[in-house]
């Protein structure tokens, strides 16, 4: 399924390097979309548990993809928070996606109507996959594998937890109430090796708590940014990583 899409999206110098390489990214890639499945399961399911329709919790996952910040949101919107800071929320966790797009950029070929459209798969799976490729021309062939492979598994997974989240009743029996605050801190793990790192999460920790009682759902989330601001002055940027 993800090789003829592929064909479609590639351009001409990953589909040569796709003769030798494309069956080993391309495996690689129908694993990790396999798996990320999984996690559009439990968001189809929470998202339906809390107060979204099968048809709004899969247009979520075509529109907006980009997991955590789906998690944010209707976690935001499920414990009553409103929809402008369920929305903040999400545009908070979905700025990463920014850099890995100039991360990319340089990566991708073809036109800007072509870059603009593959850009919807920019997500932490796809670049790592783009990236991880030891053959430069092999890149872009590997982003588009990625993110073409967790694309279709998270839709998927949505559509399945969507469905038979109509069923369940309260989704903290099955303890899908902690799938995004699991999702969050693997997102987190690889800043906390830094020290900037490590100030910012453990500040921002500390706002989250403060702010917790005295504030409305999301909100300790958003002001929990802040932390990033302290780690800045504290301890200056993290260390560049080179891709």
Not at 8 to 27: E, H, K, N, W
Not at 99 to 117: C, D, E, P, Q, V
Request: aromatic share 6%; net charge neutral.
């Amino acid at each position: 399924m993800i090789g003829p899409i592929l064909h479609v999206l590639a351009g001409d110098r990953s589909l040569r390097s796709a003769r030798v390489t494309r069956p080993q990214y391309i495996r690689d890639a129908a694993i990790m979309g396999f798996a990320v499945g999984f996690f559009g399961l439990g968001f189809g399911v929470l998202a339906t548990t809390s107060g979204l329709s099968i048809a709004q919790a899969c247009a979520m996952s075509l529109l907006v993809f980009t997991g955590a910040s789906q998690f944010a949101a209707v976690s935001v919107v499920g414990s009553g928070g409103d929809p402008v800071t369920a929305v903040g929320s999400g545009l908070l966790l979905a700025a990463r996606n920014g850099l890995y797009g100039i991360a990319m950029s340089k990566h991708l070929t073809g036109s800007w109507l072509r870059r603009s459209f593959v850009a919807q798969l920019t997500i932490d799976e796809s670049t790592a996959m783009g990236l991880g490729q030891d053959d430069p021309d092999d890149i872009e062939g590997g982003f588009l594998a990625g993110g073409i492979a967790v694309f279709i598994f998270w839709n998927l997974g949505t559509l399945l937890g969507a469905v038979g989240g109509s069923s369940i009743g309260d989704p903290n029996i099955l303890g899908l109430d902690a799938a995004f605050p699991a999702g969050f801190i693997s997102l987190a793990a690889p800043a906390l090796r830094h020290r900037p790192g490590r100030i910012a999460a453990a500040t921002g920790a500390v706002i989250a708590i403060v702010a917790l009682p005295f504030t409305r759902p999301g909100v300790p989330i958003l002001l929990a940014a802040l932390g990033a601001v302290v780690a800045l002055l504290v301890a200056g940027p993290p260390p560049r990583v080179d891709g």
